[in-house]
């Protein structure tokens, strides 16, 4: 989406004791950032760029922090409000009163250094007028790319946001009608869901390999990609042949066990298809729910799709029942918990889920041209992922934003 609006033209160097430029591991010490409005105007060595500004330049120095791309949640959903039953809210509330709801969660999100969220799936469109009042200045809060209403079969998972089709006409129609909202990805619900009662179940497919090619062809032929919510194998092979971009939690799950199709791997790496597994900030939870045997399995098949080549960016589900959206890092967590080194955990936040989400070319690294989405942390998160918790300004678009509890500098 084009800003609608862009930050006052004010031209502002921010140094620290680190600049992470992206890819992570490209640092530069003792540097600086220099913004002008919404654009990023140079990023090198401290002295070499104070030595070119105006007088006019505001300087901001964060002395043992570090700068680094804004970070990007690549699967949320800001109509949720991650309660115990965030569907009776969603069902309930009115548009106005929901759309307030999500205007609070995408500060939240901004607080914690979050520049840039995917929704992927809201009801009646609230996502995209959400995302252009944050554009127009109304509100503070990341940059959102909206899915609108995720395709669904009727009573399917989240049959409730308005998604229901059936047959070519619907499903066609469908997303012609999201991509006339505004929308910049086409969700498809390919399996069930647990967040759904009375539907089908989270391994079963809910649409056939065919239907989801419709899907696919008439998403790229409008310009946008596909995010394909995908629990079971047999959903997930027939996402991955359809030609899909993204596949959401990819779980491997079967009527029986779990079931991984290591050809399909194999053609998810060789397609550079982009894996957001959606790791709850809550997500210690899930092994003291379904017990450390299975949570070993699911967990330790992360780590094997990331060895197999299989591209992963991170995402945390925000919205769905205690995946809060003030605890990102608390979902990179689940990435160092399996023995990512802390470099490619951030690629996954910034770099790599940019250019899944067909960003690459505006954010998710510093570099004179891009969007300026920045945050700037408390020490290195390369060495101590934890500092990425301390945040102390949030450039997004280039506007200014302080946390709440934030040290001053």
């Given at each position: 989406?084009?800003e609608?609006?862009?930050?006052?033209?004010?031209?502002?160097?921010?140094?620290?004791?680190?600049?992470?430029?992206?890819?992570?591991?490209?640092?530069i010490?003792?540097?600086?950032?220099?913004?002008?409005?919404s654009e990023?105007?140079?990023?090198?060595?401290?002295?070499?760029?104070?030595?070119?500004v105006?007088?006019a330049?505001?300087?901001?120095?964060?002395?043992?922090?570090?700068?680094?791309?804004?970070?990007?949640?690549?699967?949320?959903?800001?109509?949720?409000?991650?309660?115990?039953?965030?569907?009776t809210?969603?069902?309930?509330?009115?548009?106005?009163?929901?759309?307030?709801?999500?205007?609070?969660?995408?500060?939240?999100?901004?607080?914690?250094?979050?520049?840039?969220?995917?929704?992927?799936?809201?009801?009646?469109?609230?996502?995209?007028?959400?995302?252009?009042?944050?554009?127009?200045?109304h509100?503070?809060?990341?940059?959102?790319?909206?899915?609108?209403?995720?395709?669904?079969v009727?009573?399917?998972?989240?049959?409730?946001?308005?998604?229901?089709v059936?047959?070519e006409?619907?499903?066609?129609?469908k997303?012609?009608?999201?991509?006339?909202r505004?929308?910049e990805?086409?969700?498809?619900?390919?399996?069930g869901?647990?967040?759904?009662?009375?539907?089908?179940q989270?391994w079963?497919?809910?649409?056939?390999?065919?239907?989801?090619?419709?899907?696919?062809?008439?998403?790229?032929?409008?310009?946008?990609?596909?995010?394909a919510?995908?629990?079971?194998?047999?959903?997930?092979?027939?996402?991955?042949?359809?030609?899909?971009?993204t596949?959401?939690?990819?779980t491997?799950?079967?009527?029986?066990?779990?079931?991984?199709?290591?050809?399909?791997?194999?053609?998810?790496?060789?397609?550079?298809?982009?894996v957001?597994?959606?790791?709850?900030?809550?997500?210690?939870?899930?092994a003291?729910?379904f017990?450390?045997?299975r949570?070993?399995?699911?967990?330790?098949r992360?780590?094997?799709?990331?060895?197999?080549?299989?591209?992963?960016?991170?995402?945390?589900?925000?919205?769905?029942?205690?995946?809060?959206?003030?605890?990102?890092?608390?979902?990179?967590?689940?990435?160092r918990?399996?023995?990512?080194?802390?470099?490619?955990i951030?690629n996954?936040?910034?770099?790599?889920?940019?250019?899944?989400?067909?960003?690459?070319?505006?954010?998710?690294?510093?570099?004179p041209?891009?969007?300026?989405?920045?945050?700037?942390?408390?020490?290195?998160?390369?060495?101590?992922?934890?500092?990425?918790?301390?945040?102390r300004?949030?450039?997004?678009?280039?506007?200014?934003?302080v946390?709440?509890?934030?040290?001053?500098?």
């Amino acid at each position: 989406m084009t800003e609608r609006t862009v930050a006052q033209a004010v031209e502002t160097l921010i140094s620290a004791d680190h600049v992470l430029v992206g890819p992570a591991g490209t640092r530069i010490a003792d540097g600086a950032v220099l913004v002008n409005g919404s654009e990023i105007v140079a990023v090198g060595p401290r002295a070499e760029l104070a030595s070119g500004v105006s007088s006019a330049t505001t300087h901001k120095d964060f002395p043992g922090c570090t700068v680094l791309p804004g970070l990007i949640d690549a699967h949320v959903h800001l109509a949720f409000d991650a309660s115990a039953d965030p569907v009776t809210a969603v069902r309930e509330l009115d548009d106005e009163t929901l759309l307030a709801g999500m205007a609070d969660r995408a500060r939240q999100l901004l607080d914690n250094g979050v520049t840039t969220v995917r929704d992927l799936g809201d009801r009646d469109g609230l996502a995209v007028r959400l995302r252009d009042a944050i554009a127009d200045g109304h509100y503070p809060g990341p940059r959102i790319v909206a899915a609108t209403t995720p395709l669904t079969v009727p009573g399917g998972h989240c049959w409730f946001l308005g998604g229901e089709v059936h047959g070519e006409q619907e499903i066609r129609a469908k997303v012609r009608e999201n991509a006339a909202r505004g929308a910049e990805v086409i969700k498809v619900m390919a399996t069930g869901g647990g967040l759904t009662k009375g539907g089908a179940q989270t391994w079963e497919s809910q649409f056939t390999a065919e239907e989801l090619r419709m899907v696919v062809t008439e998403a790229h032929a409008l310009g946008l990609p596909v995010a394909a919510h995908a629990h079971g194998s047999t959903g997930i092979a027939d996402s991955v042949a359809a030609g899909v971009d993204t596949i959401e939690h990819c779980t491997w799950m079967a009527e029986s066990g779990f079931e991984v199709l290591e050809d399909v791997v194999a053609e998810i790496a060789a397609k550079g298809i982009a894996v957001c597994t959606g790791a709850s900030p809550n997500w210690r939870k899930f092994a003291e729910r379904f017990g450390e045997d299975r949570a070993a399995e699911i967990f330790g098949r992360v780590r094997w799709m990331a060895e197999q080549g299989v591209r992963l960016i991170a995402g945390t589900d925000a919205g769905v029942p205690n995946a809060v959206f003030d605890n990102f890092a608390g979902s990179l967590d689940f990435y160092r918990f399996l023995g990512f080194p802390g470099e490619q955990i951030l690629n996954m936040a910034t770099l790599d889920a940019a250019e899944a989400l067909r960003l690459g070319e505006h954010t998710g690294r510093l570099a004179p041209g891009y969007r300026a989405d920045l945050v700037v942390v408390g020490g290195d998160p390369i060495e101590d992922l934890d500092a990425v918790r301390d945040v102390r300004l949030v450039l997004a678009a280039g506007r200014p934003h302080v946390p709440s509890g934030a040290i001053s500098n």
